[in-house]
């Protein structure tokens, strides 16, 4: 007897358990009510925290680390990847994550935080003789448009009376010149791909500090200083129309800035599904399982979930999430096959939160006894 073909392709839950673990734990859940259903683990990422691991899950390469001052204030042995065939693949979060922040007591305020840590990581990976570069943005904690990340790699930045700024998002408002003829040459002759988490742009209702300002810590007094500030900041650079391009807003802005250097923005998820093989793999399946930590309106600006459910279409998609908006039920219920949560099942966040992976087993027994009507519904 053989049982459906199901795909496992969570994100992380961030702040509680890896995307391979909440594989492994959906697979453990539906072998109980599906012994014989016919498993695939792929774990996945759109360019956020777990981008790293995925990509090292599906290319020979070697682990690589340096030195960095992050964006909490404090020293960290950043991670990156060198895949065997010469490509570097750097994440983000690994120094500008919004979980440094959270666990300092210490870390500056949003105002004082910029994105020079990544340029430092960049300028890091360069030294090796890295010529291809992919860098994922998400889960940032800043929200300077690059700014800092820009300073770190040779450009120069001045206020209204010639003095230099800081690299943060202080400097930024304070910004009245940006000079980029010192860049780092070795940026001219390196490929660079931007794996983006969502699609928005740098400016406008859709924009980087409209949407993900304020859970930064952006107040609604800042919001229009900010965006006059990225407005300045793209005409001081010639890249106005950088600005509308889908995936500058991300990371609080850090698409434009690699825009700025040559960057090839490109939706992460999508990225990560073609450089993995996973749209083999979902082709081929009677039904699909991923997820994230917490699903929202920003779900639906090109969150992992959601490419996943479009790259699978027409087979369903379910979605487990640690817990679901109110404002967004009704809209994901429209474009997935069954939506179920671990807050749901476990009574509460912090019950959810104490055993994720107990709560995911819990939930994915259920998902699969319902699996034969998830499938069937689809077909119909």
């Known amino acids: 007897m053989t049982g459906p073909r199901i795909v496992l392709a969570p994100d992380s839950f961030k702040g509680s358990a890896s995307a391979l673990e909440i ?15 016919r498993l695939t ?20 390469g070697r682990w690589a680390q340096v030195g960095v001052h992050a ?16 490509r570097a693949i750097i994440e983000s979060a690994e120094v500008l994550g919004l979980p440094l922040v959270q666990a300092s007591a210490d870390a500056p305020t949003l105002h004082a935080r910029g994105s020079a840590a990544l340029g430092a990581l960049i300028a890091a990976v360069l030294d090796e003789g890295v010529h291809e570069l992919y860098i994922g943005l998400g889960g940032s904690a800043c929200n300077d448009a690059g700014l800092g990340l820009l300073i770190a790699l040779g450009a120069t930045a001045h206020d209204a009376g010639g003095n230099p700024v800081e690299p943060t998002m202080d400097g930024l408002l304070a910004l009245d010149t940006l000079d980029l003829s010192g860049l780092d040459p070795r940026l001219a ?3 660079i791909h931007v794996l983006c988490d969502v699609d928005n742009p740098l400016l406008g209702a859709g924009g980087a500090s409209r949407v993900y300002g304020p859970q930064k810590g952006l107040t609604d007094a800042d919001i229009d200083a900010v965006e006059h500030a990225f407005a300045h900041m793209a005409a001081c650079s010639s890249a106005r129309a950088l600005t509308e ?14 825009a700025l250097l040559g960057g090839d923005l490109q939706p ?20 699909v399982i991923t ?34 908006a109110d404002d967004a039920v009704d809209a994901l219920a429209e474009r997935f096959a069954g939506c179920f949560t671990l807050v749901e099942r476990a009574g509460s966040a912090d019950a959810a939160l ?21 499938i069937a519904a689809a077909t119909r």
């Open 23 to 37: 594989a492994h734990a959906l697979g453990e859940g539906l072998q109980t009510a599906l012994p014989h259903a």
């Open 354 to 374: 104490a055993q994720p992976l107990h709560w995911v087993r819990h939930a994915a027994a259920e998902i699969g006894r319902d699996a034969e009507a998830l």
């Open 71 to 86: 964006i909490h204030g404090a020293p960290v042995d950043a991670r990156w990847y060198l895949t065997d065939d010469g």
């Open 268 to 287: 992460g998820a999508n990225t990560l599904m073609d450089m993995t093989g996973l749209r083999d793999a979902l082709a081929a399946a009677d039904l």
């Open 291 to 324: 997820g994230e930590g917490r699903s929202d309106t920003q779900t639906l600006s090109g969150k992992l979930p959601l490419a996943i459910a479009r790259a699978a279409a027409p087979t369903p998609t379910v979605l487990l999430s640690g817990a679901i």
């Open 41 to 60: 683990l792929a774990p996945m990422a759109d360019g956020g925290e777990g981008t790293l691991d995925c990509v090292a899950a599906a290319f020979e």
């Open 189 to 191: 002759q390196t490929t």
């Open 245 to 258: 391009k889908p995936g500058s807003g991300a990371a609080g802005g850090l698409g434009f800035a690699l």
